[in-house]
Structures are given as structure tokens and as C-alpha cells.
């Protein structure tokens, strides 16, 4: 008897292809013997590697890096789509909790029988369009595209999960060994594309000196790498320049790395890590530590309905209009609240 041959299509960032692993979990305990195959891009294929709930694993390059066009990368992708449609998926799921024509029209390229995804009505070639629900978090959406396949969305909640390679964690243990952070430290961060949900200065040393003071561990600071003036993804560079020399001794620099693997290392032996929301909370909310993510103005920008971290050791603190007006008394209550003995196993 035929197997019922599912792809799954994830083009966008590494924070949302984490968020697609409960899914991945979901159907694979819905329909244990579907062959479940994901469609990434090479740079987030990595967050899908070694997942147990995944048969096979196509890779695409980005026919565009950092605003260059690459010719290779265009004739590669034409190739893998050509080897995909030949397999005449039952179905293809073009995933993520957002309407994305030009996803769509990816999806409906690669000759599924059928292609889910949500879209507005009328949206030709599609033949299983879904209605999106506005303030629905991002793993529920998914969950949702499964419902063409007769699958209800979980009685339970499930988790992102993320295999991280050891050379990551044993290169960021060297780093602490040299830098005398030891395993005693925590990880903030200040990337971010929009400055106004990006801790202050003054926060960072408020919530170093705290943790160094209450809970005796020191700080690790991570950034972007680059320049303010890229378009792409503005970078901290000179936002770093202009603290160096003002940075006390148990607040370390970390970097500037261009790695990500590195930054997951070091995050992934910190007590707790405390950064804006984006790629690097979610990929924070697996860690054994945990998270607190850091919001602002969620009227124009991602709401935390959306995009809280979707874990048992995440969270997040949101200032109105940016996240230097969060307050300093909330972030050390959750502090203690994740630092202490009491819940350091298992917060709820």
C-alpha cells in the first residue's frame, strides 16, 4: 500500500522554522508511517536537521544573499523543484501562520495534488486555501494546516524542539573557560532590527549588575555584527564602540561572531537569556535555561499573541513604545522567578 507523501515548505527565517517542529511531531503521531519530508532554504535548513519527525530533508539555495543575486542558486533551485514535483507529493503544505504569495505560488510550483496554505480567496492552482486566524500564535497556525489532512490540532501542547550539535556547545565552553565566565552566566542580547526593542545601555548594566549581585553569575552580551546603515539587517557595530571602555568587569563581550552556531553554543549553557524577540528568543526558548523575550509597540510591530516564545522556560516583558520603558522591578521578578531553586526544574 502507498505511503501518503507530505512536503512541508519553510522559506522564511530560522525562529519560524523552529516553530514548525511541534507540527512536524503533531503528524507524525497523527500518521506514523506518511513519508514527511520539509523544503528549506539554506539558511534556516539547519534548525530541521536530525529531527526524528522528518524523512528527508531538501535543501534550496537563496537565488538572493544580502542583496546580491546568485544565477547558481536560481538554476539549482529549478533543478530541485523539477526532482520534487516528479514525486507528486499528496500533499504540500506551505507552512507558517502569515498569507505569502510568493510562498504560495512556490507551493502550487512544486505539483502536489493538493496545496494548503492559508490565502485569500481565489487564489488560482491552490486547492486547499485556509483562513487565517488574526492573533493566533504561530504553532497553533501550523497546527491548523493539517486540518485538510482530517488532523484536529493537538490535545496537548508540543513543543519546538531543536538537535544541537555538540561542537557548538564544546566551542562556546571553550569561550567561557577563556573569557572566566565559567558556566555561571547569563546571555542578553541586542539584536534587533528596530532600535526601540533593543535594551538600553543603562538596562544592560541595571540587569548585569543584578544578577552579578543577587544571583552571582555574570554577563554575556551578544550582537549583530555590521553597521546601523545596512538595509538588510542593520547591525550593533557602532552601538558597541560607543560602550567599550564603559563595560564592567563581569559583563563579557561576545564576539562580533557572523556564526550563529557559536551564539547557540554560548546560549545554550546560559542560566537564562534575555534578548528581543526574533530568531534568537525562539531558538533561546529550547535552551535548557530558558528565555525572556523583549517586546515594544506591538501595535506596528510582532505581538506577543503571535510570537511568544512557545516553551516551558519561555517568556517575555513588553514596553509600550520601546523596551528601555520596561521597568526594572518586572525583569527581576522573573528573574528569581526562573532563577530560583523552586522552579529551576520545571517553570509552568
Known amino acids: 500500500m502507498r505511503k501518503t507523501q507530505i512536503l512541508f515548505l519553510k522559506r522564511d527565517k530560522i525562529g519560524d522554522a523552529l516553530l514548525l ?24 535548513a539547519w534548525v530541521f536537521r536530525d529531527n526524528p519527525n522528518i524523512d528527508n530533508l ?59 496554505a492559508f490565502a485569500d480567496e481565489g487564489v488560482s492552482g491552490l486547492s486547499d486555501p485556509l483562513t487565517l486566524i488574526e492573533g493566533s500564535h504561530e504553532v497553533d497556525s501550523n497546527h491548523r494546516l493539517l486540518t485538510p489532512l482530517g488532523i484536529k490540532p493537538p490535545a496537548r501542547r508540543i513543543y519546538p524542539e531543536l538537535q544541537l550539535n555538540e561542537n557548538w556547545v564544546s566551542s562556546a565552553k571553550k569561550w567561557c573557560v577563556n573569557a572566566q565566565v565559567s558556566n555561571e552566566y547569563i546571555v542578553m542580547g541586542i539584536n534587533s532590527r528596530k532600535s526601540k526593542r533593543k535594551p538600553t545601555f543603562d538596562q544592560i548594566l541595571s540587569w548585569s549588575n543584578y544578577v552579578l549581585k543577587k544571583w552571582n553569575l555574570k554577563t554575556v552580551l551578544v550582537w549583530q555584527p555590521g553597521e546601523e546603515s545596512n538595509k538588510l539587517y542593520p547591525g550593533d557595530d557602532s552601538r558597541i564602540r560607543e560602550f567599550c571602555g564603559a563595560f564592567p568587569a563581569h559583563l563579557k563581550l561576545f564576539g562580533p561572531r557572523e556564526n550563529i552556531y557559536e551564539v547557540m553554543g554560548l546560549i545554550w549553557g546560559a542560566q537564562i537569556t534575555i534578548v528581543p524577540d526574533g530568531g534568537l528568543a525562539h531558538l533561546a526558548s529550547v535552551s535548557p535555561g530558558g528565555v525572556i523575550a523583549l517586546f515594544a509597540d506591538t501595535s506596528v510591530s510582532p505581538h506577543p499573541d503571535n510570537w511568544k516564545p512557545y516553551s516551558r522556560r519561555g517568556f517575555y516583558l513588553e514596553g509600550p513604545s520601546a523596551v528601555e520603558e520596561i521597568p526594572d522591578r518586572d525583569l527581576f521578578n522573573l528573574l528569581d522567578k526562573l532563577l530560583s531553586n523552586e522552579t529551576r526544574e520545571n517553570v509552568k
Open 21 to 44: 517542529t511541534p507540527t512536524l511531531r503533531h503528524l507524525r503521531e497523527a500518521m506514523p508511517e506518511a513519508v514527511i519530508d520539509v523544503l528549506a532554504n539554506d539558511y534556516n
Open 58 to 116: 531538501h535543501v534550496y539555495p537563496r537565488t538572493r544573499h544580502a542583496g546580491h543575486l546568485r544565477p547558481k542558486g536560481a538554476i539549482q533551485e529549478l533543478l530541485l523543484t523539477f526532482k520534487l514535483r516528479r514525486v507528486r507529493y499528496d500533499f504540500v503544505i506551505v507552512a507558517g501562520g502569515v498569507i505569502s504569495p510568493r510562498a504560495i505560488s512556490r507551493g502550487i510550483r512544486l505539483g502536489g495534488k493538493r496545496t494548503v
